[in-house]
């Protein structure tokens, strides 16, 4: 059973910083897969946000270029989104998704996600 956990959400203001973790378990070979961060806030459409490969290149939505970063610890099975210079419109929920790039459909995995508020 594989499970992707979300952790490091919170109260910010703005422009302070927040590290958020997603951490695979399981049969899972962490190294041989994507990771991808989205965010969703009320009312609006889930957006991705960053995306790491299992080649540690990365990808990032021109609304946070600059200010977030992604990064991946594969010993720890865990991807990190830094976030600095949040600002409110940051505000969502923020899911983590870990997907094979060759077998994407059945080898797709969702967290819970995990609420980042930014406000004074």
């Known amino acids: 059973q594989v499970q992707v956990v979300e952790s490091g959400g919170g109260l910010v203001q703005p422009g302070g910083s927040l590290r958020l973790s997603c951490t695979g378990s399981?049969?899972?070979?962490?190294?041989?897969?994507?990771v991808e961060w989205y965010r969703q806030a009320p009312g609006k459409q889930r957006e991705l946000v960053a995306a790491i490969s299992n080649i540690e290149s990365a990808d990032y939505a021109d609304s946070v270029k600059g200010r977030f970063t992604i990064s991946r610890d594969n010993a720890k099975k865990t991807v990190y989104l830094q976030m600095n210079s949040l600002k409110t419109e940051d505000t969502a929920v923020y899911y983590c998704n870990v997907r094979h790039p060759l077998y994407r459909d059945s080898l797709n995995y969702w967290g819970q996600g995990t609420q980042v508020t930014v406000s004074s």
């Open positions: 399981g049969k899972l070979t962490f190294r041989d897969y994507r």
